[in-house]
């Protein structure tokens, strides 16, 4: 994927260091490109895969952003039975780049609770899906009128793949222990509300239950765990629920 650069004496508020917080790119989005992160996020995604829609960037930077949450805490808990404090508040995101440099945590500190599985499936609930998924999606269908059941499809998609290849470095590592862990915590996780619904699962892997619009992208075709064998012909707009 190429790296977009701003045409010269565009106020690119990445390429002059002024990150934001997660908390604020959360809140009610503009059109203002260089005044919302998240809405900067959507354009840049646009411009680097060809994407006329907005609102199938909207979906692809969504999951992407998911997945990201979804990694570290899934990682953090599994390799080290805690999770660090994700506030929203505390995550620094740089929009303009590129994974794993995008996140930055301002201060590290241990949240305090259980280590079994219940209390650890909790606590990842509470930070990922309440403290970021929620104001994430609530954001993202208010600018682009994206349905819900489409980005819960993305978060669901998103939680199976961070899964998968944790559960792959355990086995690669011969680490059993993580391995089991990481197919224990994930099962509890798409035991919640807003994720069971998302899609179905057999081992690790996953068939959702709704399609991200990736298809819409020039020269996209449809994802490993999509709702759909092919492209559809008819209008995403029966996709989008």
């Known amino acids: 994927m190429r790296t977009v650069r701003p045409a010269v004496g565009d106020p690119d508020p990445v390429q002059t260091g002024q990150s934001t917080t ?12 260089y005044g919302n992160a998240l809405t900067f996020r959507v354009d840049a995604v646009s411009r680097r895969l060809g994407a006329t829609e907005p609102r199938v960037a909207a979906s692809i930077a969504h999951q992407a952003l998911a997945a990201r949450l979804w990694s570290v805490a899934l990682g953090c808990a599994v390799r080290y039975g805690r999770l660090p404090d994700l506030d929203p508040g505390l995550l620094l995101w740089d929009p303009g780049a590129t994974a794993p440099d995008d996140l930055r945590l301002t201060g590290l500190r241990a949240l305090p609770g259980g280590t079994g599985p219940a209390a650890l499936a909790g606590t990842v609930v509470r930070v990922v899906v309440d403290g970021h998924l ?13 349905a819900a059941g489409l980005l819960w499809g993305n978060a669901g998609s998103a939680l199976a793949g961070a899964a998968r290849e944790l559960d792959r470095w355990a086995r690669a590592n011969r680490c059993a222990d993580a391995a089991a862990r990481t197919r224990t915590l994930a099962d509890a996780l ?17 068939r959702r239950r709704s399609c991200c619009l990736y298809y819409r992208v020039p020269g996209g075709g449809v994802c490993g765990d999509c709702c759909f064998t092919q492209p559809p012909r008819s209008s995403p707009r029966a996709a989008s629920g």
Do not use: I, M, N, Q
Request: no cysteine; hydrophobic share 45%.
């Open 134 to 146: 929620v104001p994430l999606g609530a954001a993202v269908r208010d600018r682009y009128g994206l």
């Open 190 to 206: 798409f035991a919640h509300p807003l994720l069971s619904a998302t899609g179905t699962r057999a081992g690790p892997a996953f």
């Open 22 to 33: 997660l908390a604020k790119a959360y809140e009610k989005l503009t059109s203002d490109v």
